[in-house]
Structures are given as C-alpha cells and as structure tokens.
C-alpha cells in the first residue's frame, strides 16, 4: 500500500454542511480494501485563478490516505463522475 495526498474542488452550490458526508461516501472506497485515512482537511470555498463550469469557486478539501492502487484508481474515476466534484487530483506521496 502507498501513500496518496487527494486534492478536490467541490462545486460552490453545494452546501458547506454537506461536504463531509460527501467526501465519506468516496472514501469508503479506500476503507473498503483495507486502506486508511490519515488526514482529511477542508479548506472551505476560495476563488480559483479561472473559472471551472463558468463558476469562479470552488470548496477545497485535500484526503491524505494509505491504499492499494486499484481502490485510489477507483476512487479517481468515482469522482470523476460525481457532478458535484468538479476537480479531483491524486498525486503519491512516497517516493519509491
């Protein structure tokens, strides 16, 4: 298992209150295939340099997680689909 830093940028119409139930149903992927969660921290909404789907913020959450490659994979592409996620970044921590 590797270490992954997960960056998000949740649509700004969602509500604030909403984002932790949210980020929870896509980390079940992780905690499903015996991954953990090291640290979960929600920036709140910031404006972003250019616009995503002609909106100007976003709501930033950055995942630092523990997990197999196939379930960060699926996770990816879960979020992807996800309409009120409108950018998701996984980058890996460890340098092996």
């Known amino acids: 298992m590797r270490k992954y830093e997960i960056m998000i940028i949740i649509d700004p119409d969602v509500d604030e209150r909403q984002v932790p139930a949210l980020l929870e149903k896509h980390l079940k992927v992780i905690t499903a295939s015996n991954g953990t969660v090291d640290g979960q921290d929600v920036w709140g909404k910031r404006r972003m340099a250019y616009e995503i789907n002609k909106k100007a913020e976003g709501t ?20 992807s689909i996800d309409e009120q996620i409108m950018r998701a970044k996984v980058m890996r921590t460890d340098k092996k």
């Open 60 to 79: 930033y959450a950055v995942l630092n997680v523990t997990a197999p490659a196939d379930a960060v994979k699926e996770m990816d592409r879960l979020m």
